[in-house]
C-alpha cells in the first residue's frame, strides 16, 4: 500500500504517497499527513484540528464515520426546518401587519430572511459534520491551486 499513489481524500485534486522510511502518507498539493493503518487499509489525517480517518475501497476513499444514512425523513426534516419558522413569521406578518408609517415596518420581511438564512446555514453545517467533509483543508487546497 505504501508503494502506490493515491488520489487525495481531503483535497480531491493531489494525490497521496508514501513518505520515506515512515508509515505514513503526505500529499503533494495540500501538504497534508496522514498515518496508515495497513492490515485494514485505513488512513488517518493528523495534522488537522479533527483525527478523520478514511478506509480504501478500492476505488476511493470512503469517511469512516460518514454512514449516515441521508433518507427521506431527514430530507423532509431539514426542509421543514429551514421554511417553515420563516414561512411562520412571514404569514404573521401579513395577517398582523405593521403600521405603514411606522419605522420598524420593515422588519418583519427583515426577521424572515434573517430566520431563512440561520436556519440554512444550521443544516448545511449540520450535513457537513456528518459527512465530516474537512471544508478549511478543502478552502485552503483550492486557495493554493489558484496561486
Known sequence: MLDETYP???CRYGEISGLTLMNAFGCHFCQHIFTADLQQNCITMVDGEQALSWYWN???WQGIGAE???GWGLWLGAGLLVLLPPAMIWLSSRIFPPLPDSPW??????????????????VIWLWIKAVEFPVLAFIKAWGRRIR
Open 8 to 10: 487525495c481524500p481531503v
Open 58 to 60: 478500492g476505488r476511493r
Open 68 to 70: 449516515v444514512e441521508f
Open 105 to 122: 415596518a420593515w422588519f418583519p420581511d427583515f426577521w424572515a430572511v434573517s430566520a431563512f438564512s440561520g436556519h440554512l446555514t444550521l
